[in-house]
């Protein structure tokens, strides 16, 4: 019952910016610790990024940290990734997804439920 689903994703240009976002629902949210992760063609998973329960603490991957934000908004069973000076090497499918523990990894198996994933195309 469990469902994430992930929207927002686009082509954008160098430099641009674009926020996805992830609603949840099945679970009590608020509770969870959630994660982005992604998946860039040829490659293997990346953590991206992940956030508490209350939203108060936030975790990035040294690819992304300065450039990405993540939040969330409990009372709307969302999660949010804002995304600015993008790099086409940040091409690649976002998911949101739940750890089994926290902070989650780059391994599926770290994980019990994500989405179906949103397409983040950063092309000139």
């Known amino acids: 019952q469990v469902q994430l689903v992930e929207s927002g994703g686009g082509l954008v240009q160098p430099g641009g910016s674009l926020r996805l976002s992830c609603a949840a629902s099945?679970?009590?949210?608020?509770?969870?610790?959630m994660s982005w992760v992604r998946q860039a063609p040829g490659k293997g998973l990346e953590w991206v990024s992940g956030i508490n329960g209350g939203g108060g603490n936030t975790y990035y991957a040294d690819s992304v940290k300065g450039r990405f934000t993540m939040s969330r908004d409990n009372a709307k069973n969302t999660l949010y990734l804002q995304m600015n000076s993008l790099k086409p090497e940040d091409t690649a499918l976002y998911y949101c997804a739940r750890p089994k523990k926290a902070p989650g990894g780059s391994s599926w198996e770290l994980y019990d439920y994500w989405g179906q994933g949103t397409q983040v195309t950063v092309s000139s």
């Open positions: 099945g679970f009590t949210f608020s509770r969870y610790y």
